[in-house]
């Protein structure tokens, strides 16, 4: 059986590595292979996106969109994540839930802007919640086993026009 270290290419199958620049005899001297000057005879060159003087590709494109200072992300819980935890003990049915419970049970890594509730899966376990928001399918699961659902979320306030 052939062992790992006795593993070697066919005879004649590989060559030699070119080494370049090293006189006129080795058919690679002077300039390397790399022609005469230019940006591409000297180091550390990278034309990456350049066209030669032409508008690049990237800068004809259109610009899109915008990124949103103000933007909320919410660490994500779906209802049979908390039954899970309850199952496993991390989680008291029947018991007041908050974020910082989420968090110490493994529910989820870390609060974020705040909790959001989702309603996928089933909640056996009567649990009160209290999160930053929350689905209507999620509040109404959490209810029908017998728990609550604290949404602290403020309502957005419409203005008069």
Do not use: C
């Amino acid at each position: 059986m052939t062992k790992l270290n006795e593993l070697a290419p066919a005879p004649g199958s590989t060559k030699g590595r070119m080494r370049v620049g090293r006189g006129p005899g080795s058919g690679k001297g002077k300039t390397a292979g790399r022609g005469v000057k230019g940006q591409k005879a000297r180091s550390g060159v990278a034309i990456a996106g350049f066209e030669g003087g032409q508008m690049p590709l990237h800068m004809r494109m259109p610009k899109r969109g915008f990124n949103n200072p103000f933007r909320l992300e919410f660490a994500e819980v779906n209802l049979w994540r908390l039954e899970q935890a309850v199952e496993a003990g991390k989680l008291k049915a029947g018991a007041d839930v908050s974020v910082a419970d989420l968090v110490a049970a493994g529910v989820i890594r870390r609060e974020l802007d705040g909790v959001k509730l989702l309603g996928k899966g089933e909640i056996k376990s009567a649990l009160k919640l209290t999160v930053y928001s929350a689905t209507e399918a999620a509040i109404k699961a959490v209810e029908a086993a017998g728990g609550s659902v604290t949404v602290t979320k403020k309502a957005k306030v419409q203005a008069e026009a």
